[in-house]
């Protein structure tokens, strides 16, 4: 079965079931993957938070799971989902992956924005 | 620029720019990422062997970096890559997410084999 690190960790990649592109990579502890199957939407463990986050859990941008799969040596999962309201990335682009690393090391913005983070997010 | 997590390493998605097919996904740190970019083939940190890799070394199925990409937190990756040889699994799958969990947690392979490990790996 599933093989967790050390930090009792495994990364999991998603991919938009629709578009095949990767949307985003996070991490899953036990638990996490546990929520994952039993709801039926992406839960993740967050690192700097240290805590579950049940993604679109603020934004209504939840990840219904279409199918899980599982890599040669059982310690990553790649999952493909119906993304709702289209934007993965809290920054408000699709796929978390909207720059480019250029020859110089610096960033070119290769997507656009669907919503502006400041209409979604509530600041306290 | 990447922010490497507490043990100095960020996960990698590793995707054919042809078929846009995830292969695997692995994880790099900073020598791993700079061999990566001086030499435009994939190289990865192994956590169970603790050294660097050179992603098709031993196979010859090289991955040639084609775009490199950033998310959001600027803690992880994903990489297009040209495949040589298809398989970029050492267990001879095009991706290493050969397996579809089923409900009861017992794992379907979903793809054909394109080599036998065997052929191409030599024990010591």
């Not at 990364?11 to 938009?16: F, M, R």
């Not at 999952?79 to 480019?100: F, L």
């Amino acid at each position: 079965m599933l093989n967790f690190d050390s930090q009792g960790l495994v990364p999991a990649v998603i991919v938009d079931d629709t578009t095949g592109d990767v949307l985003l990579v996070a991490f899953m502890n036990q638990e996490a993957y546990q929520l994952t199957r039993q709801t039926g939407q992406t839960h993740f463990f967050s690192r700097s938070r240290n805590k579950i986050w049940h993604k679109g859990e603020q934004s209504g941008n939840v990840q219904e799971v279409r199918d899980i799969f599982i890599n040669c040596e059982e310690n990553s999962l790649m999952i493909r989902v119906q993304q709702h309201g289209e934007a993965a990335c809290h920054e408000g682009y699709h796929s978390c992956y909207y720059r480019r690393i250029l020859p110089d090391e610096s960033f070119e913005v290769v997507a656009e924005r669907i919503f502006d983070p400041a209409d979604v997010y509530e600041t306290e």
